[in-house]
Nanobody, 126 residues
């Protein structure tokens, strides 16, 4: 069973940066498809970014392209989300997700994933 634990959220001023981390359990982490999602108050959860080590594919939501970077360290079973030039509209609870069979399309649609993290709050002040 995959377990995910996020960290790195916090309060930052507009234009600032944060790096989120998501540590995963599992001996075959390098084959997982991983993703980040976020949910703002009163809104549905939305896709932010995904990464698949096996295929090399990386995808971003249009709203974060050029500002956010997803990466992973397979030796540490960890995926990261570097967020630069943060805007107040980036304020949300951020969640990571995993598909242990490496199915990026599962991550992209945000349903039927193997695991979700508990979420970490990101607040961007104007």
């Amino acid at each position: 069973q995959v377990q995910l634990v996020e960290s790195g959220g916090g309060l930052v001023q507009a234009g600032g940066s944060l790096r989120l981390s998501c540590a995963a359990s599992g001996r075959t982490f390098s084959s997982y498809a991983m993703g980040w999602f976020r949910q703002a108050p009163g809104k549905e959860r939305e896709f932010v970014a995904s990464i698949n080590w096996t295929s090399g594919s990386i995808y971003y939501a249009d709203s974060v392209k050029g500002r956010f970077t997803i990466s992973r360290d397979n030796a540490k079973n960890t995926v990261y989300l570097q967020m630069n030039n943060l805007k107040p509209e980036d304020t949300a609870v951020y969640y990571c997700a995993a598909d242990s069979r490496g199915r990026t399309w599962i991550i992209l649609r945000g349903r039927d994933v193997d695991a979700w993290g508990q979420g970490t709050q990101v607040t961007v002040s104007s």
